[in-house]
């Protein structure tokens, strides 16, 4: 087999990946499935400790593509937004907040409102506290001071009670707590 280009395994082949790995084959095995090197087999499966990922399933109060699909249509037919969240049975507060997240009414794509919306749930995401070093640095100094996590985020809340991005009370409440145990 000679080099070649990088390849991203589809969900199906994922899946027959993970079949096959269960079953006891060799990487070397499944590789040559592929016509590839085991080498390309080996990030699916050590990413996640060789343990079969839980397969990802939307939560079931999201929105589904048909009725992102429906709100689409909609919005050609220059319906109000109460008409729509009537039609889907939903709050308008909903409506209107999926087509502000995803451009407007101008300019709201289903497909591609849905595809931000189920990349946006991939985890895990950035811990807040790494988003502002100065917000670490003020915690650190508490922290060696003997400050509980509860005391900190008492603290922040009341010397910024404007600044959200210092403030964040619960997060840092969280992450501190995580990181004092």
């Given at each position: 087999?000679?080099?070649?280009?990088?390849?991203?395994?589809?969900?199906?082949?994922?899946?027959?990946?993970?079949?096959?790995?269960?079953?006891?084959?060799?990487?070397?095995?499944?590789?040559?499935?592929?016509?590839?090197?085991?080498?390309?087999?080996?990030?699916?499966?050590?990413?996640?400790?060789?343990?079969?990922?839980p397969t990802r399933k939307r939560?079931?109060?999201?929105?589904?593509?048909?009725?992102?699909?429906?709100?689409?249509?909609?919005?050609?037919?220059?319906?109000?937004?109460?008409?729509?969240?009537?039609?889907?049975?939903?709050?308008?507060?909903?409506?209107?907040?999926?087509?502000?997240?995803?451009?407007?009414?101008?300019?709201?794509?289903?497909?591609?409102?849905?595809?931000?919306?189920?990349?946006?749930?991939?985890?895990?995401?950035?811990?807040?506290?790494?988003?502002?070093?100065?917000?670490?640095?003020?915690?650190?100094?508490?922290?060696?001071?003997?400050?509980?996590?509860?005391?900190?985020?008492?603290?922040?809340?009341?010397?910024?009670?404007?600044?959200?991005?210092?403030?964040?009370?619960?997060?840092?409440?969280q992450n501190l707590t995580f990181?004092?145990?």
């Amino acid at each position: 087999m000679k080099q070649r280009s990088r390849i991203y395994y589809t969900p199906e082949q994922k899946a027959i990946i993970w079949d096959r790995y269960k079953q006891g084959d060799s990487l070397h095995e499944i590789a040559r499935m592929f016509d590839r090197y085991h080498s390309s087999i080996m990030p699916t499966i050590y990413q996640t400790g060789g343990y079969r990922p839980p397969t990802r399933k939307r939560h079931r109060l999201s929105l589904s593509l048909d009725e992102r699909e429906e709100i689409s249509r909609g919005l050609v037919a220059k319906r109000s937004i109460r008409e729509i969240a009537d039609k889907l049975s939903r709050a308008p507060s909903t409506i209107s907040r999926e087509i502000q997240r995803h451009g407007g009414a101008n300019q709201y794509r289903a497909a591609k409102a849905d595809k931000e919306a189920w990349n946006s749930t991939l985890r895990p995401k950035p811990c807040k506290l790494i988003e502002c070093p100065a917000l670490c640095k003020i915690i650190a100094e508490k922290m060696h001071q003997g400050w509980a996590p509860e005391q900190i985020a008492g603290w922040l809340k009341r010397c910024y009670p404007d600044n959200q991005g210092k403030r964040r009370s619960s997060t840092v409440w969280q992450n501190l707590t995580f990181l004092t145990t």
